[in-house]
């Protein structure tokens, strides 16, 4: 039986959402609600749509009314956690009652359908025996919780990997490199110097202290002593950090220029 179809559509918070069908041919039957242990639903999680266990129930001798509850996990869920460990099979069953609680059990089919599988009629609690397979479970579970995520190991042999440790980096290079170049330059006559400071002001007014030493092929220091006796160094836009010849040394590039094309 179905209340809801999917010719239908209802509004959430202005939105028009598609509505789904809700099946509830199954909706009177008794479920039992069960709380089990963390590593009991994992088990049963890698072993969907299997026989998961068995679960017995007896008359209770000791209160009578009252039955015993236990659960055995099926051999075909047992998971094998290693050094010859499993998790244990036998487990006791704490039954409880839902009181005046009304609680029911939905699932969702990939379509979005959703089916009521039943009304939870008693909540119960699996819990294990202490058993020597239990309690070798917590000392495993208690050891790797303890256990560090970082651990340091000796290596018996070079490891393999494409990365390979480098005495130099690049940029490094690069610097010593340029500082070899410029400390191979020859500082020529002042003389000299001022020809060449003068020749690069006729193609340009303003210059940068870099294309400068590029264009003089001076030390850095040395040329900087010679730019400050005849340029001006610029602090403000809009030729912030770039040098010009002072007013009294422009025309004598102009001059200079003027002397060369004559001859």
């Known amino acids: 039986a179905e209340f809801l179809t999917n010719t239908h559509h209802t509004y959430m918070s202005g939105k028009k959402v598609k509505a789904r069908s809700l099946d509830v041919e199954s909706a009177g039957r008794g479920v039992w609600l069960l709380k089990v242990p963390k590593y009991l639903s994992e088990a049963w999680s890698s072993h969907a749509y299997e026989d998961l266990g068995c679960m017995t ?7 009578p009314g009252k039955p ?9 869920v047992v998971t094998d956690l290693g050094e010859g460990m499993t998790i244990p099979r036998k487990h006791k069953v704490l039954v409880q009652g839902v009181q005046s609680q009304c609680i029911c059990v939905f699932s969702e089919a990939a379509s979005g359908d959703v089916c009521a599988e039943g009304k939870v009629a008693q909540r ?3 819990q294990p025996i202490a058993t020597k397979a ?7 579970q ?14 018996k042999e070079m490891p393999r990997s ?27 006559d002042r003389e000299v110097v001022l020809d060449l400071i003068f020749t ?27 730019l400050q006796e005849v340029c001006n160094y610029n602090t403000k836009n809009p030729h912030k950090n770039m040098w010009e010849l002072k007013p009294e040394y422009q025309s004598y590039s102009k001059s200079s220029s003027q002397t060369k094309d004559e001859s």
Do not use: C, W
């Not at 129930?57 to 209160?63: F, G, L, Y």
């Not at 239990?134 to 495993?140: I, P, S």
């Not at 303003?206 to 030390?219: A, E, G, H, R, S």
């Open 200 to 226: 690069a002001f006729q193609q340009h007014q303003y210059y940068n202290f870099k294309d400068l030493v590029m264009k003089t092929k001076q030390p850095p220091v040395y040329l900087k002593q010679i």
């Open 57 to 63: 129930i007896t008359s209770s001798s000791k209160q």
């Open 124 to 126: 119960a609690e699996i």
């Open 68 to 76: 015993d509850v236990s659960f055995t996990v099926s051999e075909t």
């Open 162 to 188: 494409t990365y390979k440790p480098v005495s130099d980096h690049k940029t490094n290079i690069e610097y010593e490199n340029q500082k070899k170049e410029e400390g191979k330059r020859i500082r020529e």
């Open 134 to 140: 239990y309690l070798d479970l917590k000392k495993k």
């Open 142 to 155: 208690i050891e790797d919780a303890g256990r560090p995520k970082h651990q340091v190991q000796q290596l």
